[in-house]
């Protein structure tokens, strides 16, 4: 891997074969569906035939989404429906209008991130912003969600998340405090916390996706539930790096040569996990 995680031979894609897999009568929640990412994974999936439910904070952009890729004609269906992943009332009104709605859920997209939004806990949990947002936001819907992925077996949970899971691009490692506070995780609670150390927060965050797919693997895998975590590729368009415009220029500028990767070929790894049949 390149320090940003990326092989040395960046045409990397999904075969066709995964591409024609037939996903009709399959259903799919995608975290953040409107972000460059969880876009194009989600018009992927109504493509080959999903009902893919786009899970987005603002509504009105997910509904716009979901008009426009319901006007390409494919086999599938998207559908918006709001929700906000700091919010644990949120995620709860989310997976209850879900199974109301809906029967069967095969494939859950854990894709909704956001980076360097300060460090204050968020209003209605305590927690800290990234982890609430990336990690216990996810893992508190996925609770939610797991009697109907269990009862649509074989059915899949696909954590996006980072090679910064271990290091940092300034290579110091990333760390948690188990045994701290869960609101911060032994982290800083300093309000005026740099742009590095909000990098930081993110990468730790991701380190808690790692450490959640792997505990609930086994637990989840007796259920027929398959759960991986993986690392997309780093592409600076995202919102991500909407912090730190400078740095996604020089980014984009020597992309090619540091191991930065375009959207498509970054969204190939979480197309893959959603698509090949895990053993």
Request: hydrophobic share 40%.
């Amino acid at each position: 891997l390149s320090m940003f995680g990326a092989g040395k031979d960046l045409h990397h894609y999904v075969s066709d074969e995964l591409l024609a897999k037939d996903l009709s009568g399959k259903t799919a929640i995608v975290t953040g569906a409107t972000g460059s990412f969880g876009s194009i994974v989600s018009e992927a999936l109504v493509k080959q035939g999903a009902l893919v439910v786009l899970a987005v904070r603002r509504l009105e952009v997910g509904e716009v989404l979901a008009a426009e890729i319901n006007s390409k004609q494919y086999p599938g269906k998207a559908v918006a429906s709001r929700v906000d992943l700091s919010d644990l009332e949120s995620i709860t009104d989310f997976c209850s209008r879900f199974v109301e709605e809906h029967s069967s859920l095969h494939i859950l997209v854990e894709n909704a991130a956001v980076c360097c939004v300060g460090n204050s806990p968020t209003a209605k949990t305590g927690f800290e912003p990234h982890l609430a947002a990336n990690h216990y936001g996810h893992i508190f819907m996925r609770h939610h969600l797991e009697p109907v992925l269990a009862a649509s077996a074989p059915s899949r949970v696909v954590v996006v998340a980072s090679a910064l899971h271990d290091r940092m691009f300034t290579k110091e490692p990333t760390t948690l405090d188990l045994d701290a506070d869960a609101a911060y995780l032994g982290w800083t609670t300093d309000p005026k916390i740099d742009q590095l150390k909000q990098w930081m927060a993110y990468s730790r965050s991701k380190l808690c996706n790692v450490l959640s797919a792997l505990g609930a693997s086994e637990r989840l895998g007796a259920k027929g539930v398959s759960i991986v975590s993986l690392h997309p590729g780093v592409d600076p368009s995202t919102s991500l790096f909407r912090a730190m415009p400078k740095g996604a220029f020089v980014m984009r500028l020597l992309g090619r040569f540091i191991g930065v990767e375009t959207t498509h070929q970054s969204v190939q790894t979480i197309l893959y996990c959603c698509l090949e049949d895990h053993e």
